[in-house]
């Protein structure tokens, strides 16, 4: 009875020790021999076959990931090998330790990729390819949990978001300081106040805004306000400026003067951010997206005001004249005391047949930046790059799109790698003109040469996106999902489906995505754009109600923008008024208020009309100037690029400086870009 006993045991030993070392895997397929007979293009065509044939061929699959990983086919390696583990056996996976360790190194360089844009999937990859044998360093594991730990910490749901606290808390991280950034250690539960205040400005800067700002009002009514840090006191004033409703209650005088640069962004600061105070100065740009108050009348605050607007034109934030008109009196044009360019752009916004700038002649900054203008009035001036000779701009933009919107997936401590590469993109964005089927095989092929087959899936939606594919858009969006639930891939299938017809899976998808994000209301905005865009009206409404209700300052005006016009397509006049009177308040201004205005784009595509026979040559010129003030204005290249003529050299202007927009901070804008590339121009 103790004989047999003991040899059982030594069969479980026997059949233990074959299973560690992969004794019961099947005769593997010669594929050097293979390779030798019919080339490694035809051996991998060979295995494929198989594959198709007989999906649980554990031989075929496992020769394959090893001829796909010798030929630079890792995310086709990857695939295969996880289908053999999926498959399994009686007595587990059915391989060798070759194929083990290859499955291990994947996994690892996987893994890696992912920690380096921030991905909380990346934790999982690591974790299994130690499973697997591989040497995990200790510090990059570390890095792994701080984040997924922040991925939670993202989440609007309050028991996620403690989940990732304990997460950075609970492993002790921050025993490394060279691997974990020691704000971290401000997640403890016994945190000073000191500490939580640095990790809630390390959460804000890596978008976690709503645990940012708890951390961050911790601190402050723990802190005396005459020991506050100050960098801290300004990150603690960005995320109540987020967190506070346009209309909601005032934060305390003490609080928005301790704030920095982001004090001007507040009216309660207005005696220490008087423009000509700040002008030049980081609070600059916070004072130029400050809620416009009463107009300034005079002449000197006037002269500033004039010059930050000038400035925020250049930059592509807000239309000219109307940004003037909300901030400047029209009657300091006639104030003799005024400066000459002063009275000159404010008269000239407002439609008046005024001079070319005259020169500052005092030598005020303010002056001269207004006398720099010369060259918008004069409609010289650009800065796009020239397309290079013979490229295919609606090709190039598409690709740069693509390109430009997975680079946005990188937090501010972390980089993109692993994505197919622009001149990859091209080639399958060329090949699609040609024949769709050829583009999507490409596409395909980049997947497969990717180790990070997420990324690169995405990186193919948005390039279906761009080429104006939603269907394969939203089937390569679902595969990055599938293969990493990142909030921006959601997002991107979110979109994906309004633009192809299924505004209710939007909608699911858009609230999966905004829970996760960080900025939910962000999120929301740019779907009830893309809603209203297709058409989609009721949906639209409902997505902006979400986004009016959760979104900061910077993207309420969008919400309500799309808001607006859902419900002008439904025809609620009442609605639209409603909604048109809480959307003025805000800033920047929607323009189109003065029709003779030069500098507005939208008065000057206005004036262009539909379009229909022939063009007024004047109201291109003036659209072509409004153009030069307004360099990420899309409607007006766009209407340029339809409308002029033959041989005309600025439409080779407004198609480069297209293609520049492909690549945009703002991916609505920048895929707005690339469609009017795409439009059939009159030339």
Same mark, same amino acid.
């Given at each position: 009875?103790?004989?047999?006993?003991?040899?059982?045991?030594? $069969?479980?030993?026997?059949?233990?020790?074959? *299973?560690?070392?992969?004794?019961?895997?099947?005769?593997?397929?010669?594929? !050097?021999?293979?390779?030798?007979?019919?080339?490694?293009?035809?051996?991998?065509?060979?295995?494929?076959?198989? $594959?198709?044939?007989?999906?649980? &061929?554990?031989?075929?699959?496992?020769?394959?990931?090893?001829?796909?990983?010798?030929?630079?086919?890792?995310?086709?390696? $990857?695939?295969?090998?996880?289908?053999?583990?999926?498959?399994?056996?009686? !007595?587990?996976?059915?391989?060798?330790?070759? &194929?083990?360790?290859?499955?291990?190194?994947?996994?690892?360089?996987?893994?890696?990729?992912?920690?380096?844009?921030?991905?909380?999937?990346?934790?999982?990859? !690591?974790?299994?390819?130690?499973?697997?044998?591989?040497?995990?360093?200790?510090?990059?594991?570390?890095?792994?949990?701080?984040?997924?730990?922040?991925?939670?910490?993202?989440?609007?749901?309050?028991?996620?978001?403690?989940?990732?606290?304990?997460?950075?808390?609970?492993?002790?991280?921050?025993?490394?300081?060279?691997?974990?950034?020691?704000?971290?250690?401000?997640?403890?539960?016994?945190?000073?106040?000191?500490?939580?205040?640095?990790?809630?400005?390390?959460?804000?800067?890596?978008?976690?805004?709503?645990?940012?700002?708890?951390?961050?009002?911790?601190?402050?009514?723990?802190?005396?306000?005459?020991?506050?840090?100050?960098?801290?006191?300004?990150?603690?004033?960005?995320?109540?400026?987020?967190?506070?409703?346009?209309?909601?209650?005032?934060?305390?005088?003490?609080?928005?003067?301790?704030?920095?640069?982001?004090?001007?962004?507040?009216?309660?600061?207005?005696?220490?951010?008087?423009?000509?105070?700040?002008?030049?100065?980081?609070?600059?740009?916070?004072?130029?997206?400050?809620?416009?108050?009463?107009?300034?009348?005079?002449?000197?605050?006037?002269?500033?005001?004039?010059?930050?607007?000038?400035?925020?034109?250049?930059?592509?934030?807000?239309?000219?004249?109307?940004?003037?008109?909300?901030?400047?009196?029209?009657? $300091?044009?006639?104030?003799?005391?005024?400066?000459?360019?002063?009275?000159?752009?404010?008269?000239?916004?407002?439609?008046?047949?005024?001079?070319?700038?005259?020169?500052?002649?005092?030598?005020?900054?303010?002056?001269?930046?207004?006398?720099?203008?010369?060259?918008?009035?004069?409609?010289?001036?650009?800065?796009?790059?020239?397309?290079?000779?013979?490229?295919?701009?609606?090709?190039?933009?598409?690709?740069?799109?693509?390109?430009?919107?997975?680079?946005?997936?990188?937090?501010?401590?972390?980089?993109?790698?692993?994505?197919?590469?622009?001149?990859?993109?091209?080639?399958?964005?060329?090949?699609?003109?040609?024949?769709?089927?050829?583009?999507?095989?490409?596409?395909?092929?980049?997947?497969?040469?990717?180790?990070?087959?997420?990324?690169?899936?995405?990186?193919?939606?948005?390039?279906?996106?761009?080429?104006?594919?939603?269907?394969?858009?939203?089937?390569?969006?679902?595969?990055?999902?599938?293969?990493?639930?990142?909030?921006?891939?959601?997002?991107?299938?979110?979109?994906?489906?309004?633009?192809?017809?299924?505004?209710?899976?939007?909608?699911?998808?858009?609230?999966?995505?905004?829970?996760?994000?960080?900025?939910?209301?962000?999120?929301?905005?740019?779907?009830?754009?893309? !809603?209203?865009?297709?058409?989609?009206?009721?949906? *639209?409404?409902?997505?902006?109600?979400?986004?009016? &209700?959760?979104?900061?300052?910077?993207?309420?005006?969008?919400?309500?923008?799309?808001?607006?016009?859902?419900?002008?397509?439904?025809?609620?006049?009442?609605?639209?008024?409603?909604?048109?009177?809480?959307?003025?308040?805000?800033?920047?201004?929607?323009?189109?208020?003065?029709?003779?205005?030069?500098?507005?784009?939208?008065?000057?595509?206005?004036?262009?009309?539909?379009?229909?026979?022939?063009?007024?040559?004047?109201?291109?010129?003036?659209?072509?100037?409004?153009?030069?003030?307004?360099?990420?204005?899309?409607?007006?290249?766009?209407?340029?690029?339809?409308?002029?003529?033959?041989?005309?050299? #600025?439409?080779?202007?407004?198609?480069?400086?297209?293609?520049?927009?492909?690549?945009? #901070?703002?991916?609505?804008?920048?895929?707005?870009?690339?469609?009017?590339?795409?439009?059939?121009?009159?030339?």
């Amino acid at each position: 009875m103790r004989l047999a006993r003991a040899g059982g045991v030594a $069969v479980v030993a026997v059949l233990a020790a074959m *299973a560690a070392c992969g004794a019961r895997a099947p005769e593997p397929v010669d594929v !050097l021999a293979l390779t030798r007979e019919l080339g490694s293009d035809g051996a991998r065509r060979a295995l494929v076959a198989r $594959v198709l044939a007989d999906p649980r &061929d554990v031989q075929a699959r496992l020769a394959l990931a090893r001829l796909a990983d010798e030929l630079g086919r890792p995310g086709e390696a $990857v695939e295969q090998l996880e289908a053999v583990v999926a498959l399994g056996g009686p !007595l587990g996976t059915r391989w060798r330790a070759d &194929d083990r360790a290859r499955l291990a190194r994947l996994l690892l360089a996987r893994g890696e990729l992912r920690l380096a844009r921030g991905a909380a999937s990346a934790l999982s990859d !690591l974790e299994r390819a130690a499973s697997f044998g591989a040497a995990v360093p200790a510090a990059e594991l570390a890095r792994a949990h701080v984040a997924h730990g922040l991925a939670r910490l993202r989440h609007v749901d309050l028991h996620e978001r403690e989940a990732g606290r304990r997460e950075l808390a609970d492993r002790d991280l921050t025993r490394d300081r060279a691997v974990v950034d020691p704000e971290v250690v401000g997640a403890r539960d016994r945190a000073t106040p000191g500490d939580r205040g640095s990790y809630g400005a390390w959460l804000w800067a890596r978008g976690a805004r709503r645990a940012a700002y708890e951390e961050l009002a911790a601190w402050v009514e723990a802190t005396p306000a005459d020991a506050r840090d100050p960098a801290l006191s300004e990150a603690y004033l960005r995320a109540v400026t987020w967190w506070t409703p346009v209309d909601g209650p005032a934060v305390p005088p003490a609080v928005v003067a301790a704030g920095g640069a982001a004090r001007c962004r507040w009216p309660a600061a207005s005696a220490t951010c008087a423009p000509a105070a700040v002008l030049g100065t980081p609070a600059e740009p916070e004072l130029a997206v400050a809620l416009p108050g009463a107009r300034e009348h005079a002449p000197d605050a006037a002269l500033a005001w004039a010059a930050i607007e000038v400035a925020a034109a250049r930059r592509g934030e807000v239309a000219l004249g109307p940004a003037l008109r909300a901030r400047v009196d029209a009657e $300091v044009a006639a104030d003799p005391a005024a400066a000459p360019a002063l009275r000159w752009v404010v008269a000239y916004t407002a439609g008046a047949a005024a001079p070319p700038p005259p020169g500052s002649g005092t030598g005020e900054p303010a002056a001269a930046r207004l006398a720099d203008a010369r060259t918008l009035v004069t409609g010289g001036g650009t800065d796009a790059a020239p397309l290079p000779r013979g490229a295919d701009a609606r090709t190039l933009a598409a690709a740069r799109y693509a390109t430009a919107r997975i680079a946005a997936l990188a937090s501010p401590a972390d980089t993109v790698a692993g994505a197919p590469t622009e001149r990859t993109l091209l080639a399958i964005a060329y090949a699609y003109h040609r024949d769709a089927d050829v583009g999507e095989r490409l596409a395909r092929d980049a997947i497969a040469a990717s180790v990070d087959e997420a990324l690169a899936t995405a990186t193919t939606a948005a390039l279906f996106d761009a080429l104006s594919d939603p269907g394969r858009a939203r089937a390569a969006w679902q595969a990055a999902v599938d293969a990493s639930p990142e909030p921006a891939f959601v997002e991107g299938l979110a979109e994906a489906e309004a633009r192809g017809n299924d505004p209710d899976a939007a909608l699911i998808n858009a609230t999966v995505a905004a829970a996760a994000s960080g900025d939910p209301g962000a999120v929301w905005a740019r779907v009830a754009r893309v !809603l209203a865009d297709a058409g989609k009206s009721t949906h *639209a409404l409902t997505a902006a109600r979400s986004a009016i &209700d959760l979104a900061g300052p910077d993207a309420l005006a969008a919400a309500l923008d799309a808001a607006v016009d859902a419900s002008r397509a439904l025809a609620r006049p009442e609605q639209v008024a409603s909604l048109a009177a809480r959307r003025a308040a805000l800033w920047p201004p929607a323009g189109g208020d003065v029709a003779g205005d030069p500098t507005d784009p939208v008065a000057a595509v206005a004036a262009l009309g539909e379009g229909a026979g022939s063009v007024d040559p004047a109201a291109l010129d003036r659209a072509w100037l409004a153009s030069r003030w307004a360099p990420r204005d899309v409607a007006t290249r766009a209407a340029l690029l339809r409308l002029l003529p033959a041989g005309d050299a #600025r439409a080779r202007v407004v198609e480069a400086e297209l293609v520049g927009l492909a690549t945009d #901070r703002d991916p609505l804008l920048a895929l707005a870009a690339v469609a009017a590339v795409h439009v059939p121009s009159g030339r």
